[in-house]
Each structure stands twice: as structure tokens, then as C-alpha cells.
């Protein structure tokens, strides 16, 4: 393993972000919706999306559940 950068900008940290945002759009969501599911405000999908965020583990589920994604095949799939 290289060595370890700071995860918002790695570029496995923005496919990680690119994914989610395409699977909220094939899921037919808006930003509004996702975050009306998560019980927070449409600001918290807008900079988690934009980077400006980061994820941590327990949202990351949280998220793939609510745009329908596997998590155990988006891990892997960043591995």
C-alpha cells in the first residue's frame, strides 16, 4: 500500500462520490429528496457531493441504502 493521502482528494475518494451521484440519478432522486430520506438538509448531500464533506462509514451505509446501491460491490469495486 502507497502511502496515505488525505481520502477527500484521492482519486478513489472522487469515484467513490461519482457513484453515489449516479446512483442517486438513476434512483430518480434530486439532492432534496435523498436528504429529506436522511433526515438532514438538502446542504449536507450538496457538500458531500461537491467534496466540500467527507463521509464517514455509518453515512456512507446510510446513503447507498437510501440510492439503492450495494455497498459490499461499491467497496470492491474501489479496491
Known amino acids: 500500500m502507497g502511502p496515505v493521502h488525505k481520502s477527500l ?4 475518494y472522487k469515484r467513490l462520490i461519482k457513484r453515489l451521484v449516479a446512483a442517486r440519478s438513476v434512483a430518480g432522486l434530486t439532492q ?5 430520506k436522511l433526515g438532514r ?8 457531493e461537491s467534496g466540500e464533506r467527507r463521509l464517514d ?4 451505509i446510510d446513503i447507498a ?13 474501489l479496491h
Open 9 to 12: 482528494y484521492t482519486s478513489r
Open 32 to 36: 432534496a429528496q435523498v436528504a429529506q
Open 41 to 48: 438538509g438538502q446542504s449536507y448531500v450538496s457538500k458531500y
Open 57 to 60: 462509514v455509518v453515512e456512507l
Open 65 to 77: 441504502d437510501v440510492v439503492a446501491i450495494d455497498l459490499i460491490e461499491l467497496l470492491n469495486d
